[in-house]
């Protein structure tokens, strides 16, 4: 239990985790809630299934990921976990949905869908949280001086 929480004090690692909680929160709000251009919890839910082939279990723990894991992620709550989960969501993007695109966005709206550079960033960003922990200012840090204090 010790080990899931225990993070180091590294401001830069709560850089990275508050920007990326943030980002992937907001996509996590799209799906979930339908807002900045979303669909909602139900659309989501009937078109993973209908397009990906992802049973609806599936499709609701990304919606969690997303959602509840990105704001645990800037709470700096469970961070290795959280971005674990974060990163298998990004590989799962990857490989069923933006790896047939190619590496980069799609900056000129052509008629297709969306490279994996962005789910490549984020899974970048997740290793290095997995690794090193929330850093400083996150529940974890609090949390692993009361584990130290209790033993």
């Known amino acids: 239990m010790k080990k899931i929480f225990s993070t180091s004090d590294d401001s830069m690692l709560t850089l990275l985790r508050i920007a990326s909680g943030f980002i992937v929160l907001a996509h996590g709000a799209q799906k979930l809630f339908g807002w900045f251009g979303g669909h909602g919890i139900g659309e989501t839910m ?23 894991g990105a704001l645990c992620l800037i709470a700096g709550f469970a961070t290795r976990f959280m971005a674990s989960s974060i990163a298998a969501v990004m590989i799962g993007a990857i490989a069923l949905v933006h790896g047939k695109w190619g590496f980069y966005m799609n900056w000129y709206s052509e008629r297709r869908g969306e490279g994996f550079e962005f789910h490549l960033l984020v899974l970048a960003i997740m290793v290095v949280l997995i690794i090193r922990g929330g850093g400083k200012a996150s529940v974890d840090l609090w949390l692993t001086g009361r584990f130290e204090k209790a033993n």
């Not at 009937?46 to 509840?68: H, K, M, N, R, Y």
Request: hydrophobic share 50%.
């Open 46 to 68: 009937d078109s993973f299934e209908q397009w990906f082939g992802l049973p609806s279990f599936v499709t609701f723990l990304v919606i969690l990921s997303d959602s509840v």
